[in-house]
């Protein structure tokens, strides 16, 4: 315990001397998730909150059943969509606790808006029918899979309401309460885009050492990378031409949609580790997915 205090102690000392060093890029990269957020995830995913978690209150869904409904959201709103429908749901009781893991671990993935507008084209890939294939499909057969493993808890998953309960339902209510929930989330996850963006001095730092850490072998092609894997939107933004290794890491979504899903579920007992583990199996099939396509002589640009 007293040798993690004294790591968290360390590291967190470092990244605040890197701030002080380099006060311009630091603000330059807070600036960036700040930006990001307000004008991607703002207008694209608050709308979605509010009128996902009214038809939740208000048990419109119940006609597609709740596992159905957590697919449909995750799949066309987008990451973390994915999660948030699936906590609202199991908080609701429509859904058990196997099913809502379950779910978790292949609806939670970035949506078609951010793969088909964003990251393909930032990536350079034209040939992008093979990709959204490969980013969507493996989730469904994956999730197939884990359906099959808890199948007699999919046969009834609706729970309705008393007919009472509707009738005197506010709806006045349910929209003031979904348009909050909707602003406390969103809020928390700018927070998380720009603590992740900002963790970017790290590798920015590590850039500057010129004198020995770059002229290792593709070093100067690593940290891009890195940028990737700590904050996917910004990593991508900051690559200069197609890399194989960002297009693999797309399905993981980096570190800081690691830790927006984590702060989605740490008030429920649906398991993160369980998740993570879920989202990590599948960037390596999806891994093994390009590669295959690879040494079929299959081009992505």
């Not at 509010?50 to 119940?62: A, F, N, P, W, Y």
């Not at 992008?128 to 998953?157: A, D, T």
């Not at 729970?159 to 602003?183: G, M, R, S």
Request: charged share 10%; hydrophobic share 50%; proline share 5%.
């Amino acid at each position: 315990m007293k040798f993690k205090k004294i790591t968290l102690t360390l590291c967190f000392s470092l990244l605040i001397a890197l701030l002080l060093t380099y006060p311009s890029e630091s603000v330059s990269f807070a600036k960036d998730g700040l930006l990001t957020w307000f004008n991607t995830m703002l207008p694209t995913l608050m709308p979605f909150m509010i009128l996902s978690t009214l038809m939740i209150s208000l048990h419109l869904t119940d006609f597609l059943g709740a596992p159905a409904y957590c697919i449909i959201m995750g799949f066309l709103c987008g990451f973390p969509m994915g999660a948030k429908v699936v906590k609202d749901l199991y908080q609701k009781n429509a859904l058990t606790l196997n099913q809502a893991n379950d779910l978790l671990g292949f609806c939670n993935n970035l949506g078609p808006i951010f793969i088909l507008n964003f990251a393909l084209p930032t990536l350079g890939v034209h040939n992008r029918h093979w990709c959204v294939l490969g980013f969507y499909g493996i989730p469904l057969i994956y999730g197939l899979i884990l359906r099959n493993l808890h199948r007699n808890e999919y046969l009834n998953s609706t729970v309705e309401l008393p007919k009472a309960q509707l009738y005197n339902t506010k709806l006045l209510y349910h929209i003031d309460d979904a348009i909050q929930c909707a602003i406390s989330s969103i809020t928390i996850l700018g927070g998380y885009m720009i603590f992740f963006n900002l963790l970017n001095i790290i590798p920015y730092a590590i850039s500057q050492l010129n004198s020995l850490i770059l002229t290792l072998p593709y070093f100067d092609l690593l940290l891009p990378q890195i940028r990737c894997f700590i904050e996917i939107s910004g990593g991508l933004a900051s690559l200069q031409s197609f890399s194989p290794f960002a297009l693999c890491l797309i399905p993981l979504g980096g570190l800081s949609c690691l830790a927006q899903t984590y702060s989605i579920l740490k008030e429920t007992d649906l398991s993160f580790t369980l998740y993570c583990r879920h989202k990590i199996i599948q960037t390596a099939f999806t891994c093994l997915y390009f590669i295959i396509l690879t040494f079929c002589g299959i081009s992505f640009y």
